[in-house]
């Protein structure tokens, strides 16, 4: 629905990656865009593949955001797939530290650092 | 002298969203820094999201918002009439009873209190933080041309 103001404020778009699963997302994660993150993260799930979420374009990230993120990690694992996460903005990743996600969600700096520990969990999986 | 606004708007997820960033932008038209104005959007988010989920169980209610500038000090106070907290906490860190939400504003703000609103209705978050000495430069810029310096 064009009409739906979260479409105008958080956006998310898979990446064809061999191996890995990315979910790159952009915008705001709050109260009203949450929901969103879930359902794009569910069309990951149960592909048996690491999900990386890109959040180097997340301008703003509340605490309904936080409990998305982790609720989306759980479901990963219960579907025995990582979810890892990757780059934040400053104000994205003061949260990250203050709600401690980074302890319990796999947070890297670069793209690149997350598809290297994403091959090496592939590898020691197979 | 103090200088203040007020907002009456209701907890609403797009309306918090609208004030959450008004609020971050009368900081940076105070002389907040990018991450003080986003440290305030996150807080002011939190604290209005709490009254709408917590207060008003995810239903609309009334929100009182004030803005507060004196002396280098940014301070909002909130206050809803939704059901409240059947005690409140010493402070906003866990370790007092404070729940994650209320720890993301107490990290970000340097002080922050939760408090029964007003007639024991409700819940009132105040909190503040001091914004940066750019905030002393703008205002003495416009001292000197004689001129208030929110013109």
């Known amino acids: 629905m064009e009409h739906d103001p979260a479409r105008r404020i958080f956006h998310a778009w898979p990446d064809e ?45 509340d605490l309904a955001g936080i409990h998305a993120l982790e609720d989306c990690h759980q479901r990963a694992e219960q579907a025995e797939q990582r979810l890892l996460l990757v780059g934040s903005t400053p104000l994205v990743h003061n949260i990250f530290v203050i709600t401690q996600l980074n302890q319990r969600v796999p947070l890297f700096d670069t793209m690149g650092e997350a598809l290297t520990a994403a091959g090496q969990e592939e590898t020691g999986a197979s | 002298m103090t200088q203040t606004v ?9 309306l918090i969203r609208v004030v959450r960033k008004q609020a971050a932008a009368a900081a940076t038209a105070l002389g907040a820094t990018e991450q003080r104005a986003g440290s305030i959007e996150l807080a002011v988010g939190e604290a209005l999201s709490n009254a ?67 007639s024991g209705v409700g819940t009132t978050v105040r909190m503040s933080i001091r914004l940066s000495g750019e905030t002393e430069e703008i205002s003495n810029a416009h001292r000197f041309r004689r001129e208030p310096w929110w013109q």
């Open chain 1, 17 to 61: 990656i061999p191996s890995v699963l990315v979910l790159h997302v952009a915008g705001e994660i709050d109260l009203m865009t949450a929901p969103c993150l879930k359902l794009h993260v569910d069309q990951l799930i149960g592909r048996g593949l690491p999900i990386i979420v890109d959040c180097s374009e997340l301008r703003y990230l």
């Open chain 2, 6 to 14: 007020t907002l009456h708007f209701d907890a609403e997820p797009m």
């Open chain 2, 52 to 118: 709408y989920v917590h207060g008003y169980g995810r239903a609309s209610g009334p929100i009182e918002l004030e803005i507060a500038y004196e002396g280098h000090t940014f301070g909002i106070t909130i206050h809803d009439t939704g059901r409240g907290l059947p005690t409140f906490p010493a402070s906003l860190n866990p370790r007092d009873g404070g729940r994650w939400g209320l720890q993301v504003i107490h990290e970000l703000m340097d002080d922050a209190v939760l408090c029964p609103g007003p």
